[in-house]
């Protein structure tokens, strides 16, 4: 298993390289990068809030001459001084080629320095330690809420396959998976969060204000009590996926030979069920844990992060895509890409805690 993990871990760099590499060259060719937003507030059409220009640039703000080769490159940039224009590529780093741009950012990134944000004044990793409680919060409730009731669900589906009781609890899951979540989310504000009707649940953040005010119980208290309406647009789509396929997993180990075999033998069905098909079956459910968890962590609740105002990472990354933030935007798309891949290997290892048989060091290449 040492070799195993060795050979995984390596395979991580050259995997790690590739996706930088593919979106740093989607990137390039995408329009409207930092220069042409400074140049855009700088002709006074820029429509964000976020104002910041340093260093020489600062200085030469409001001068204009006639447009030359250097500065008609850049759209918008008719009627601006080219020495302004130069002050602003070196101000981003755009003053340099493109390959070593990107040599540079892999250089910082493998000694993890991301650098700072274009827009922000703050660095790419104390950004992310900032978002990062909102979005660890909605995805860690969200996943273990989703596990400790779709398995559960599964199991008892499997067990009832074809009754009542299974035809009715698919449906319901299945319409919730065919609700969208950000229109489920607004419904839940109009019924419970003051919109409409009841005023039982707070509307924005992730606590309340006065919370360090409070004692430790209700600081705990508050804080799920703010999670109540964002979890709950969550999950209502969560469910199908992970219940039929803990219901197929079982269905398919229940009507293997062993099973029949031990239950000849009079073995106690309980101990049939929980002793040898649940091991057996929950393998496919654990391998779809990682992904299961990365979705929720860092993409699932993009919409949810807007509607409720929670400042998250779902949040920085949608926002720092539209401005063009490029060290935010790579910053933490490798942050991201490390955890997933590393996640995987967890994931690996998990096979062989729940089944020792699994051997991946001796499997055919």
Do not use: C
Not at 55 to 61: L, R
Not at 159 to 188: C, M, Q
Not at 230 to 250: D, E, V
Not at 251 to 266: F, P, S
């Amino acid at each position: 298993m040492t070799a195993y993990i060795i050979r995984r871990l390596l395979l991580v760099i050259p995997t790690l390289i590739g996706i930088m590499t593919v979106n740093f060259v989607i990137i390039q060719i995408a329009p409207g990068g930092p220069v042409e937003q400074m140049i855009a507030k700088l002709q006074g059409e820029a429509v964000s809030a976020t104002e910041r220009l340093s260093g020489a640039g600062e200085d030469v703000k409001g001068q204009k001459k006639a447009v030359s080769d250097k500065s008609s490159k850049y759209r918008g940039a008719q009627g601006l001084a080219p020495e302004l224009v130069e002050e602003i590529e070196k101000m981003y780093g755009f003053d340099k080629p493109v390959h070593v741009r990107f040599f540079n950012m892999m250089l910082d990134y493998a000694t993890f320095n991301f650098g700072e944000s274009f827009f922000r004044d703050q660095k790419v990793v104390d950004l992310v330690l900032e978002k990062m409680p909102v979005s660890i919060s909605l995805g860690i409730w969200s996943t273990l809420a989703v596990y400790l009731v779709s398995i559960p669900l599964g199991i008892r589906k499997a067990l009832k396959h074809g009754s009542r009781f299974d035809i009715w609890s698919s449906t319901v899951v299945i319409l919730g998976n065919a609700i969208p979540t950000f229109l489920f989310a607004i419904l839940l504000i109009i019924l419970f969060a003051g919109g409409s009707y009841l005023s039982w649940f707070p509307l924005r953040g992730l606590v309340s204000d006065n919370i360090s005010t409070l004692p430790w119980w209700k600081q705990i208290l508050d804080y799920f009590w703010h999670l109540v309406l964002p979890i709950t647009a969550i999950l209502i789509g969560s469910f199908a996926s992970l219940t039929m396929l803990t219901k197929n997993s079982f269905l398919d180990e229940i009507n293997r030979q062993y099973v029949i075999t031990a239950r000849a033998k009079g073995i106690a069905e309980r101990r049939v069920l929980y002793g040898h098909v649940f091991r057996n079956a929950m393998l496919i459910i654990i391998a779809g844990f990682p992904a299961a968890f990365i979705g929720m962590f860092f993409t699932g609740s993009l919409l949810i992060e807007i509607i409720f105002s929670l400042d998250g990472l779902g949040l920085l990354g949608f926002e720092s895509t539209i401005q063009r933030d490029y060290p935010v935007m790579f910053g933490t798309l490798f942050i991201f890409t490390l955890l997933g891949l590393i996640v995987g290997i967890i994931s690996d290892l998990m096979y062989t805690v729940i089944d020792p048989r699994i051997d991946f060091e001796t499997r055919e290449n």
